[in-house]
């Protein structure tokens, strides 16, 4: 028996006191994620349940039970505190997926401070931006990504302490930098968790929108009665389930459900901190027995391109529920997954701004291969016009994703930027910037993003972060980047560039330019391929027309050209 049970009769007397209560939330009474994640989870009979298995690439293997994860956490926390870190501090977490990760999360937390996971593989600019932006406090970091922190220290004075947690003793640390190694410090029993409420700030994510800076997204602790009911009803999460998230922390999936969600529901979850393999993939389904799966397109494409074969050689019977988020779910998928694995994977869709699933497929209700399925429950979701934002009452027409603001897991800001913020909202709806259709039987299929944000693999990519990267390099005069479409990834990052004078297109530059873009932002940004143009197509007032490239990229019809060269007007 699934936990939601029938998802018309949840439907039908939904209220958010439900998840409240299964919490022991009190209305206007102290909530903390961090204590709710592990000191609760304890006090309700489970301390010495495995809460969390890790294994790295090497093999090595580490456990930790909910008494573990409660004295980890409390130690972290306790570190920050003596630091002097206070309330609402940014503490930025820098890490691969090691247990420090999860661990320190829940401490940052615990303190009342708010935790910002940034993804380890962010090259220095990257990292800058949204340091600078969020004015970090502290970061919290592996040995090895210091290289990156380094070089950019000088500009970040708001920067006091670099925690290192696998510094060599022998090695001299640097100007501000500090070791904390969790093995070698005594576990802080008792600790005194910061009182803090509904609305007090817990995580900022960083998301990437078409212009401008990436934007800090600021949630509260009031975010886990969505992210906790969320897991228990989409996700499934029961008490023997041995859970497997494969995002990792630096986005919101790797959060929301590959820490809040799965903690507070006290299962136990496994974490791989190794690249990308099917082998390596279905042999930790089958060593830890993974019961329940939660991954993302990109990853089920790259198991399909590694064919059936290969899924013979292992034993995973013990998968019971399938899940994936993070863009389009293609119909092909769902029914690969069904017939190898024996169940289909279920979309599900959000994004960092809404902190939980919003519209989703569910375990017993009938799957539409392609479609997103139907809002949770406690979720108004509609598709309304882009000019008058009306909602459409026509099934199959297409028009904007929005959603009845009021869920508990919703953003409350964007980081100092009240107005980008503001401009998400319109006739009372959030609108998340997506299109889709809403079929007869209410079920939402996906048409495409709302604008120029490159969804490559899952991740949101800025074309005008990689546009600004590109125009650092020497060489480089003008750039314009799109999408193009990718088997696997769905969509990749494309580069058109002009150069300056002096400089001529070759093999070497094209890889120059690739790598240069992949250091300054991350192995994501990086342009999978770049045309060189003599000019690239302009506005008579000479602004760059994406979307002239976009529409060659996809072969799409690039519309008329004229209204184009007047849109700067
Ligand atoms: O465009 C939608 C796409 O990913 C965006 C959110 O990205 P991000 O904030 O990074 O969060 C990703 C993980 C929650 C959305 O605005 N997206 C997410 N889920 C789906 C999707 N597109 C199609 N189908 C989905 N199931």
Redesign the pocket.
């Known amino acids: 028996m699934s936990n939601i049970g029938s998802y018309e009769e949840r439907i039908r007397d939904f209220s958010w006191s439900i998840s409240e209560k299964e919490l022991g939330y009190n209305p206007g009474g102290i909530i903390n994620i961090g204590w709710l994640c592990s000191d609760r989870i304890c006090e309700l009979g489970k301390a010495q349940k495995t809460g969390l298995i890790w294994e790295n690439a090497s093999g090595v293997v580490k456990k930790f039970t909910y008494n573990d994860i409660r004295l980890a956490s409390n130690t972290i926390g306790q570190f920050l505190r003596d630091l002097g870190i206070k309330p609402e501090d940014r503490i930025c977490l820098f890490m691969d997926k090691i247990p420090e990760l999860y661990l320190g999360f829940l401490g940052i937390l615990k303190i009342g401070a708010i935790a910002q996971p940034l993804f380890s593989a962010f090259g220095d600019e990257s990292l800058f931006i949204r340091l600078e932006n969020a004015w970090t406090r502290a970061i919290i970091t592996q040995k090895k990504h210091l290289p990156k922190i380094r070089k950019i220290l000088d500009k970040m004075p708001f920067l006091e302490f670099i925690i290192i947690v696998d510094q060599d003793p022998l090695k001299p640390l640097q100007s501000r930098e500090i070791a904390f190694d969790l093995k070698n410090i005594p576990k802080v029993e008792v600790f005194e968790i910061c009182p803090t409420r509904a609305e007090s700030p817990s995580v900022l994510h960083y ?1 990437s929108g078409t212009t401008g800076q990436p934007k800090g997204v600021k949630h509260v602790h009031y975010s886990i009665i969505s992210q906790y009911l969320t897991s228990k009803w989409v996700l499934d999460l029961q008490d023997d389930d041995i859970y497997w998230c494969t995002a990792d922390p630096g ?3 790797g959060t929301s459900y590959g820490i809040i969600g799965a903690f507070s529901n006290g299962v136990t979850q496994c974490v791989l901190d190794a690249g990308f393999s099917a082998e390596s993939w279905y042999r930790f389904i089958e060593k830890y027995r993974i019961t329940m799966w939660y991954s993302a397109p990109t990853a089920i494409r790259s198991l399909m391109k590694a064919g059936d074969e290969i899924i013979n050689k292992f034993d995973l019977s013990s998968l019971r529920h399938l899940a994936s ?5 293609n119909p092909e998928a769902v029914i690969w997954s069904e017939k190898v694995f024996g169940k289909p994977f279920l ?7 809404t902190g939980s699933i919003m519209i989703s497929n569910y375990p017993g209700m009938k799957i539409k291969p392609g479609s ?1 399925g139907k809002p949770f429950p406690g979720i108004t979701a509609t598709v309304v016009s882009p000019d008058t934002y009306e909602s459409f009452d026509v099934p199959g027409k297409i028009g904007l994703i929005a959603l009845k603001p009021g869920w508990p897991s919703m953003m409350r800001m964007y980081w100092n930027n009240e107005e980008t913020y503001k401009n998400k909202f319109r006739n009372g709806w959030y609108l ?3 299109r889709s259709s809403i079929d007869t039987d209410g079920y939402f299929w ?1 048409v495409g ?1 709302d604008d120029d944000v490159i ?1 490559t693999g ?3 990519v800025s074309p005008f972060e990689v546009e600004s990267a590109l125009l650092e390099h020497p060489a480089v005069a003008e750039s314009a980047v799109v999408s193009k479409p990718d088997f696997v990834n769905m969509e990749v990052v494309k580069a058109f560039v002009s150069l300056k004078p002096g400089y001529q297109p070759s093999k070497e530059l094209d890889l120059e330019i690739m790598n240069f873009v992949r250091k300054k932002l991350s192995p994501l940004a990086m342009p999978q391929e770049i045309e060189f143009m003599d000019s690239l197509p302009k506005t008579r007032s000479g602004k760059i027309m994406r979307r002239i490239l976009h529409a060659r990229e996809w072969g799409e019809e690039v519309g008329d050209t004229s209204t184009l060269e007047d849109d700067d007007k």
């Not at 988020?325 to 779910?329: H, I, K, N, S, T």
């Not at 979309?347 to 701004?353: F, G, L, V």
């Open positions: 998301t986005w919101v999936t988020v993070g863009e389009p779910l979309d599900t869709y959000w994004q960092t701004e997103m998340p910037g997506d996906f993003r969804n899952g991740h949101l």
